[in-house]
């Protein structure tokens, strides 16, 4: 990695690079009434601050305690008490708040057993362990064509190696179409960041299940393995991936996504290693020297190597750039290339893709609040 792309890895590991794992945005969600009595959406659409699941668990709980069979209420309560966790950053749960939704959860098995809402909280506390599984199972049985559900059948479907069945939840989902198609064309140009048979690492929704979708239904690019880190505590896909990183299984059940995420680093696969810029800026960071980006994603290599021959001709040949400028979060993450693309043209005395490159990244920065001080780093 040269010292320009060093630099510009420093300034936007800070700013630019978002996760998805969560949704979460400050701009979004503030004309949400608590008072409102709608069932709280899966943290993907919902995109409420913490501080608003705060309230929301408060004003569901309430509702709770005025009818105990009001299977609505504790549902909502109990994905407001967990949603709240969650940060852009990670949905590590901490113990006090796992106690409290232990507890909801056993009020539902007294209140409201048997039913959708009991089941699917106690699938969500299970963390996709292969016993909540069932749990999940029950609930879609009980509601074959609920949307929050499909991602989860999708998920559960890839760890137990269910091709069949994964291909039929994603139709389900293309169906009902939730991605956007800036979300998709992004997720397209991260695929064709990859070079052949590499393992992506990500750690989201936004980032995993759109990529699964496009493998699944249109066979692209379904050399490269997608390795979900939230996916980590489920056992099975542990073993999984332990076998296609060729580390030991035991070493790679139970632990966090920082955890797998270094034992896949430091693994003995001959497999190119990806990872996703959605991924936390707090995971990669320890790795930022061996980080080499070529497009949506940054290839991890022990070795110095040059990145950017592979970069610009991904950009310029690969890369769909039709929904660039929409106005989604993930669409953020492109200032990264952007910056690095813009350096290489002006070193080399392309202006007009210099000057494109600059107008791709002050439309974006509008995203970020980082116009201004973009706007002076490329002067």
């Known amino acids: 990695m040269t010292l320009e792309m060093k630099k510009y890895f420093t300034l936007l590991i800070v700013f630019c690079i978002t996760s998805s794992i969560t949704g979460l945005s400050q701009a979004q969600g503030s004309e949400k009434a608590v008072s409102q009595a709608i069932e709280v959406e899966a943290i993907e659409s919902q995109r409420l601050l913490p501080g608003e699941y705060q309230s929301n668990a408060e004003y569901w709980k309430d509702r709770v305690t005025i009818d105990p069979s009001d299977e609505n209420a504790w549902i909502s309560w109990y994905k407001s008490e967990r949603y709240k966790n969650y940060t852009a950053k990670s949905k590590i749960i901490n113990p006090q708040s796992q106690k409290i939704l232990d507890d909801i959860l056993i009020q539902m098995k007294v209140a409201v057993p048997t039913s959708f809402a009991m089941y699917y909280a106690s699938y969500l506390n299970g963390n996709k362990s292969d016993e909540s599984f069932e749990d999940l199972k029950k609930a879609i049985s009980m509601k074959p064509d609920e949307p929050e559900l499909l991602d989860d059948m999708i998920a559960m479907n890839v760890i137990n190696g269910n091709t069949e069945q994964t291909k039929i939840y994603c139709q389900k989902i293309k169906s009902i179409d939730p991605y956007s198609a800036a979300e998709t064309e992004y997720n397209r140009n991260v695929l064709n960041s990859l070079e052949p048979n590499a393992i992506l690492l990500t750690n989201g929704n936004v980032d995993t299940y759109p990529i699964i979708i496009d493998q699944q239904l249109s066979g692209m690019r379904t050399d490269v393995t997608v390795v979900c880190l939230d996916w980590m505590s489920n056992h099975t896909y542990a073993e999984t991936v332990a076998e296609k990183a060729g ?133």
């Open 247 to 379: 580390v030991s299984e035991s070493t790679m059940r139970g632990v966090s996504a920082g955890n797998a995420l270094d034992k896949i680093v430091n693994s003995k696969t001959t497999s190119p290693i990806y990872m996703s810029l959605t991924l936390s800026p707090d995971q990669i960071e320890k790795y930022k020297k061996n980080l080499y980006l070529t497009g949506l994603a940054m290839k991890y290599s022990p070795l110095e190597i040059e990145n950017i021959p592979a970069l610009v001709y991904n950009w310029e040949n690969l890369f769909s750039k039709t929904q660039i400028n929409a106005r989604v979060e993930l669409n953020r993450n492109y200032l990264f290339p952007l910056l690095q693309l813009h350096a290489y043209y002006k070193r080399i005395g392309d202006v007009e893709k210099q000057n494109q490159t600059k107008d791709y990244i002050l439309r974006i920065s509008e995203l970020t609040g980082q116009k201004e001080k973009l706007t002076k780093m490329l002067d």
